[in-house]
């Protein structure tokens, strides 16, 4: 997926990021968790975490959202809407991850979990990763020969229905 959006910004948009932004220390994805973080520094010494993860999890480390050109609290009532729009992108066969961001009081040696709290949700991130062009015929083919098809997948129920529909 990081490879998608490196490839989408383009180099025009992404390299001003990489001379203002330094990374000082990452978490990397955990099945645990379902979620990754950065932390940046820029050319002031400022200091900002940043994550994306399942929705879920995004929300359950959000204090705030950033709704409306506002940071509101977050509510219950917002977090129903957040998990309705990622609800519609899932059941037209997006993948959703959530981003969030945070801005650190001091200087941090290391990321560590413990600060994934209190963050601000900024936005989402849809994917779609649509099936191959071969891949009704391959089924067809195997069903022909009596074999079941079985799906196995990381996705969630409305992603992997809707995929499995095309």
């Known amino acids: ?29 955990d099945f645990i968790r379902r979620r990754m973080t950065v932390i940046v520094e820029d050319a002031n010494d400022k200091h900002q975490m940043i994550t994306k993860g399942a929705v879920e999890e995004m929300l359950s480390v959000c204090s705030f959202a950033e709704y409306n050109g506002k940071v509101e609290p977050l509510t219950e009532e917002l977090k129903a809407v957040i998990l309705q729009n990622a609800t519609n992108f899932n059941n037209k066969g997006f993948r959703v991850l959530g981003i969030a961001h945070k801005n650190l009081p001091s200087v941090p040696h290391a990321a560590v979990v413990k600060e994934e ?21 391959a089924i067809a083919k ?14 969630n129920d409305a992603v992997s229905r809707y995929i499995c529909s095309q």
């Not at 959006?5 to 990397?28: Q, S, V």
């Not at 195997?142 to 996705?155: E, I, M, P, R, S």
Request: aromatic share 10%.
């Open 142 to 155: 195997l069903l022909d020969y009596g074999v079941d098809v079985k799906v196995l997948t990381g996705d």
């Open 1 to 29: 997926m990081d490879i998608a959006i490196i490839r989408h910004a383009g180099e025009d948009e992404l390299k001003p990021l990489c001379e203002k932004y330094f990374k000082i220390d990452e978490m990397p994805f």
């Open 117 to 137: 709290k209190d963050m601000v949700l900024i936005g989402y991130l849809a994917f779609l990763d649509p099936p191959k062009e071969s891949s009704k015929e």
